[in-house]
């Protein structure tokens, strides 16, 4: 019991730590070979960055693990939504651009509704077992492009806008190692996202086993809080320094990156198993996805307020209370 937390626990940080060197070291070889820092930005780091939770949901479709695989999604969605957009305004008020308000916000709403329509096969078409095929991947991974081809139209703007990721004069630098160094990074960063990824799956499905938990409810609230951790600092930390403007279109392509391409990568690789109690976490990511426009235009306009910030961290706490209720 004791050494499963510890695993649990230390999975995390070998996640984390794991995507650091991985990005660290491709991108010091993609600029070695020439490509501009905001074009590593665009790709290279912000893959890297969503690479705890693809690994997570990999590894637990793998393992067989299904309600973990998409339950650690919508929970990391959550975290994203509320907690993390709640906590940093709450520390320093948040301007919204134009076209998050009307271009990533409703991106946003269309994956959920998207992933709602593909994992009920029941539903839809009557079939007996729900979830998502390797040609559901596919569809999803073509969502994906199509929003990483809006993406790449704002990498003109000061900051980029792209799930995880910032990128402005001020951090725009990527590092140069010689390539044994960059390989090294590479090969510690593939090795700690391995072994971080199975100690957590596999501690996840224990846990919930010795406290009669049902994995989906440990990935929707320890493991999506876990992978979450590292924009939660991230984003609180900019808003200390007065850098919070930069948190909501961030966060809201988050969520697209992690229903389009981790979900529609992890059903590709390996198809997915729905349990339709999920449909319900579902109907409140979508509500609460559309709550965020009247929030940002309550009070001052395009600005989510400390007093909004208030109300999207007491909505994360009130849907724990709920999702421990149920079990």
Known sequence: ??????????????????ADFLVEGSSSIAKKFGLSSIMIGLTIVAFGTSLPELIVSVLASLEGSSDIAISNIIGSNFSNTLLILGATALVSPLLVKK??????????LL??????????????????????????????????????????????????????????????????YNHLRSITYIILGVIALYFGGRWIVSGAVEIAGIFNLSEAFVGLTIIAIGTS??????????????????????????????????????????PIYYNDSLNLDLFILAAVTIILIPLIYAGKKNILT??????????????????????
Not at 99 to 108: G, L, M, N, R
């Open 111 to 176: 994956a959920v509704v998207a992933v709602f329509i593909l994992v009920n096969d029941f539903l839809i078409e009557g079939s007996i077992i729900n979830g998502l095929s390797r040609i559901d991947g596919l569809v999803l991974i073509l969502f994906f492009l199509i929003f990483l081809y809006y993406s790449f139209g704002l990498r003109k703007e000061k900051e980029v806008k792209l799930p995880n990721l910032r990128l402005s004069n001020k951090d725009a630098d990527i590092k140069e």
């Open 306 to 327: 400390r007093r909004e910030g208030f109300v999207l961290l007491s909505l994360y706490i009130i849907y724990i209370i709920f999702i421990s209720l149920r079990g």
């Open 229 to 270: 951790l590292p924009e939660l600092v991230t984003s609180v930390v900019a808003a200390r320094k007065g850098e919070a403007d930069m948190a909501v279109g961030n966060i809201i392509g988050s969520n697209v990156f992690n229903l389009f391409w981790i979900l529609g990568l992890s059903a590709t690789i390996h």
């Open 99 to 108: 076209h998050t308000i009307y271009k990533e916000i409703p991106f946003a």
């Open 1 to 18: 019991m004791v050494l499963t937390i510890i695993l649990f626990v230390l999975g995390f940080a070998l996640l984390i730590k794991g």
